[in-house]
């Protein structure tokens, strides 16, 4: 009975929970970097205390998209450098920084943050793209008017970003 009972107790701590290895932002990145190669800058919120959903698990997915949720259900955002690093970066402080910018037919599928333009037929269709797509931005995206063109600039993730393009596909029809 002894034995069942200590590999039943192997089983249950085989699962990997959130708690336990993202506690604190260094933390979390170590897990995430363990698993994805990915390294990232942490600056001032090494130390920053996460939350997360007591029965979220990281046992099953993604590594780079879990942390990537874990970071935006905080608050934070990471920022793709250069030297193939991510910075991370307060939401709040999004508006200073500088995101990478994709082609419409080439936005990748993640959480990460990209800026795309989008060309509509006419300022009027701009105008209404503006009115319609202010509705289904994340709190943290942006519409920026381009003004010498009929064009949207728009500041979102990479799976927002695709929703807008075949939201803008059926304004130009």
């Known amino acids: 009975m002894k034995r069942f009972v200590l590999i039943f107790a192997l089983m249950l701590s085989a699962g990997i929970h959130a708690e336990d290895n993202c506690k604190n932002l260094k933390a979390c990145s170590e897990w995430a970097t363990g698993r994805t190669g990915v390294k990232y800058e942490l600056g001032k919120f090494e130390k920053r205390s996460l939350k997360i959903d007591k029965d979220f698990s990281l046992a099953d997915g993604d590594a780079d998209f879990l942390f990537n949720y874990i970071l935006q259900n ?3 955002v990471r920022l793709k450098r250069d ?5 991370i970066i307060n939401a709040r402080e999004m508006k200073d920084f500088q995101f990478p910018t994709v082609k419409a037919e080439e936005i990748p599928s993640t959480l990460d ?3 795309a333009e989008f060309t509509l037929g006419s300022k009027e269709r701009v ?3 503006r009115t319609i797509l202010k509705k289904y931005l ?5 519409l920026l008017e381009v003004s010498d063109a009929p064009k949207l600039q728009v500041l979102e993730t990479g799976l927002q970003l695709n929703a807008i393009k075949l939201m803008i596909n059926e304004l130009n029809k």
């Open 127 to 129: 105008s209404n793209a």
């Open 113 to 115: 943050f990209f800026t």
């Open 74 to 76: 905080n608050d934070l």
């Open 83 to 87: 030297n193939g690093t991510y910075q």
């Open 138 to 142: 994340s709190k943290n995206g942006r």
